[in-house]
Nanobody, 124 residues
Framework: QVNLVESGGGLVEAGGSLRLSCAVSGRTYSRNAMAWFRQPPGKEREFVTATSWSGGDTYYAESVKGRFTFSRDNANNMVYLQMNSLKPEDTAVYYC?????????????????WGQGTQVTVSS
């Protein structure tokens, strides 16, 4: 069992920044791929970014490439999502997810464990 707890969401103006954190506890996760997904209001959950267990392979959705950065601190069981140049269309509930695989898939069905989500609202 892996437990994920996100924090750091909030209300920010367009062009601003936020950093989301995800605390990981339970079984060791250092060999697992981790990801962030988001669910905009009234829409399906969508892929944001994923990274391999080493952090060496990281992938981003086109919509966030160049603005968001995914990092992980395996020693402290934390992952982070730095979000810069935020846009109103980034408004969503953001979820941290952990896979049983080391491969950073963009398919949400590949992720076994999920956090409860944190709300990010970007005002125009």
């Amino acid at each position: 069992q892996v437990n994920l707890v996100e924090s750091g969401g909030g209300l920010v103006e367009a062009g601003g920044s936020l950093r989301l954190s995800c605390a990981v506890s339970g079984r060791t996760y250092s060999r697992n791929a981790m990801a962030w997904f988001r669910q905009p209001p009234g829409k399906e959950r969508e892929f944001v970014t994923a990274t391999s267990w080493s952090g060496g392979d990281t992938y981003y959705a086109e919509s966030v490439k160049g603005r968001f950065t995914f990092s992980r601190d395996n020693a402290n069981n934390m992952v982070y999502l730095q979000m810069n140049s935020l846009k109103p269309e980034d408004t969503a509930v953001y979820y941290c997810a952990a896979s049983l695989s080391s491969v950073p898939y963009s398919d949400s069905s590949r992720y076994r464990y999920w956090g409860q989500g944190t709300q990010v609202t970007v005002s125009s």
